[in-house]
């Protein structure tokens, strides 16, 4: 079992930046590839970004290519997704999570955190 914990969410202009965080604990973090996905209101939940479980790999859906930048310290069992030039249209609840692949489909990931919300005012 992993257990996903993000924080950093908020309410932003368009523009702006934010600094979303998870926390992992349980079985040994730097096992697994670790991903972000979003899900705006009456919208299916949308790849954002992966890294691979050593950090030398990462992958971003096109529409933050450029904006926003995954990392992770597997010191701190810590993921990290930086979001700078946000939109609105990046509104909706992030979520964090865990797999044994570097995968851009929900279905691949095994563990999720209950998600926090980002908010874009334009």
């Known amino acids: 079992q992993v257990q996903l914990v993000e924080s950093g969410g908020g309410l932003v202009q368009a523009g702006g930046s934010l600094r979303l965080s998870c926390a992992a604990s349980?079985?040994?973090?730097?096992?697994?590839?670790m991903g972000w996905f979003r899900q705006a209101p009456g919208k299916e939940r949308e790849f954002v970004a992966a890294?691979?479980?050593?950090?030398?790999?990462?992958h971003y859906a096109d529409s933050v290519k450029g904006r926003f930048t995954i990392s992770r310290d597997n010191a701190k069992n810590m993921v990290y997704l930086q979001m700078n030039s946000l939109k609105p249209e990046d509104t909706g609840v992030y979520y964090c999570?865990?797999?044994?692949?570097?995968?851009?489909?929900?279905?691949?990931?095994?563990?999720w955190g209950q998600g926090t919300q980002v908010t874009v005012s334009s």
């Open positions: 890294i691979s479980s050593s950090g030398d790999r990462t």
């Open positions: 999570a865990a797999s044994k692949w570097v995968a851009t489909t929900r279905f691949l990931y095994d563990y």
């Open positions: 349980g079985h040994t973090f730097s096992n697994y590839n």
